[in-house]
C-alpha cells in the first residue's frame, strides 16, 4: 500500500516568483519524510505538485519510478490532509470517511463497515453518526485522517495537519501517525514547520528555503551537522561564532577548539544549544534569559561571541552573572560563512 516517491528537478514558476527550483528528492516507500523551511519556501507546493493539484513548470514526479506528468489526481494514490480539516458538512462523520469507497463504486453498506474501521483506526468509532459541525478541531482532524486513509493511499500528504491543535492533541495526534504508520505501512510526507515533530514522526527530514531543497537526511545529521548556516536556523539552531579554522582547529573568540574534519579558512562554528554546558574553561557573561517551556536558555557573551545554552529548570545564572562553558567536540561543527546570516550582526544575535 506504499509507494516510493521520486522528484526529479521539480520545479514551479508563477510569473516572476519561483516557488519550488528543481527539486530532486527520493522518499522510499513506506518511510516519512518531513518537510521544514520557513513561511513561502515552497513546502505546500511541494505537496500539491506531489498529489496532481498543480502542474510542474519543470521536471516529474515519480511513484514506484512511473512518471506521473498527465495521471490526474484521484488516480495517483496519494490522499491529502490539510491544516483545517475540509469534511463534507451535510454528510455524517461514517459517510465523511465512506465517501471514497461510494465513489469507488461500493455499496453504502460495505463503505461504512470499512469506514467503520478506519473510524476505529482514529479512535473515533463511537462518533461515527454524528454530524460534522459537532466535532471539536482535534475530533475533525481524526476524521480528515480516517477519511485520507479509507481511500487506501499509496501516499499520505500530511500539511500542517497538526499546526491548529493545541500541545495535548497534537501529541495524541502523534502517537495516532505512529500507530497509522505501523499498521498501514503508507509512505508519508509531512509539511511542517516545528524541527521537534520533524524529530520525532519523520525518518528524514527535508530542508526547504526559497524553494531550493537545501539538506535532507536523518533528523539527527540535519539538526548536528546543516549543511550550511540556513540549515541550522531552519532547525532552530541559535549559535553561530564567526573565526577561522586552521589544520583542524576552529580559533575565535571562543579559543582554539578541535574540529575535526573541517576545512582550512573562515567558517562559523555553529552549535546546538542543547548541546553546550555550564562548567568548565570557556568564560562568558549572561546578557539574557528567556524561559523555554520548563527549562531556560541563557545568553552568554564570550568577547564579541553569543552563545545560547539550555539549562534544565531550578535555579540557575541570571543576567550579568560569570558563567563558564563547555563545548563538547561532538557539539562542534563548522559551515563556511556563505551569504550574511541576516539575524546574526558581529557573532550577536541582532537585536
Ligand atoms: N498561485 C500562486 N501565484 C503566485 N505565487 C504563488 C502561488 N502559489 C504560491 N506562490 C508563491 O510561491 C512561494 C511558495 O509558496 P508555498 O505556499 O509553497 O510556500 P509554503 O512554504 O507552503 O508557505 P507556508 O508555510 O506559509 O504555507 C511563495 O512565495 C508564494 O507566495
Redo the contacts with the bound molecule.
Keep these: 500500500m506504499s509507494a516510493a516517491v521520486e522528484l526529479v528537478e521539480l520545479g514551479r514558476v508563477?510569473?516572476d516568483?519561483?516557488?519550488?527550483a528543481g527539486v530532486d528528492l527520493t522518499v522510499p516507500a513506506g518511510s516519512c519524510v518531513a518537510v521544514l523551511?520557513?513561511?513561502?519556501?515552497?513546502?505546500?507546493?511541494?505537496l500539491r505538485l506531489l498529489a496532481g493539484l498543480d502542474v510542474p513548470s519543470t521536471g516529474v514526479v515519480r511513484l514506484d519510478g512511473v512518471d506521473q506528468s498527465g495521471v490526474a489526481a484521484e488516480r495517483r494514490g496519494a490522499a491529502l490532509v490539510s491544516q483545517r480539516p475540509l469534511l463534507f458538512p451535510h454528510l455524517s462523520v461514517l459517510d465523511n470517511v465512506a465517501f471514497a469507497a461510494r465513489v469507488g463504486g461500493a455499496s453504502r453498506r460495505a463503505a461504512r463497515a470499512g469506514a467503520g474501521e478506519y473510524l476505529d483506526l482514529v479512535q473515533l468509532g463511537g462518533l461515527g453518526r454524528r454530524r460534522t459541525g459537532q466535532l471539536s478541531g482535534g475530533q475533525a482532524q481524526r476524521v480528515a485522517l480516517a477519511r485520507a486513509l479509507a481511500a487506501r493511499p499509496r501516499v499520505l500528504l500530511l500539511d500542517?495537519p497538526f499546526s491548529a491543535l493545541d500541545s495535548v492533541l497534537r501529541a495524541d495526534m502523534h502517537a495516532l501517525l505512529a500507530t497509522v504508520r505501523a499498521e498501514l505501512a503508507p509512505t508519508v510526507v509531512l509539511?511542517t514547520?516545528d524541527q521537534d515533530e520533524a524529530a520525532l514522526l519523520a525518518d528524514t527530514v527535508a530542508v526547504?528555503t526559497d524553494?531550493h531543497l537545501l539538506q535532507h537526511g536523518p533528523p539527527a545529521q540535519v539538526y548536528t551537522r546543516p549543511a550550511s548556516m540556513a540549515v541550522h536556523r531552519v532547525m532552530g539552531g541559535r549559535t553561530a561564532v564567526p573565526g577561522t579554522v586552521r589544520t583542524g582547529v576552529h580559533h575565535s573568540d571562543l579559543g582554539a577548539l578541535a574540529v575535526a574534519g573541517a576545512p582550512d579558512g573562515a567558517g562559523l562554528l555553529v552549535l546546538r544549544h542543547e548541546s553546550v554546558q555550564l562548567g568548565g574553561d570557556v568564560a562568558g557573561t549572561v546578557a539574557a534569559v528567556t524561559p523555554r517551556g520548563p527549562r531556560r536558555l541563557l545568553e552568554v557573551h564570550v568577547g564579541t561571541a553569543a552563545v545560547f545554552v539550555e539549562v534544565p529548570p531550578g535555579p540557575g545564572p541570571s543576567v550579568g552573572d560569570e558563567v563558564a562553558l563547555t563545548v563538547p567536540v561532538e557539539a562542534r561543527w563548522v559551515v563556511p560563512p556563505g551569504s550574511p546570516d541576516p539575524d546574526v550582526v558581529d557573532g550577536r544575535p541582532r537585536a
Design positions: 508563477h510569473g516568483v519561483v516557488a519550488l523551511g520557513p513561511s513561502g519556501s515552497g513546502k505546500s507546493t511541494l500542517e509539511v514547520h526547504l524553494g
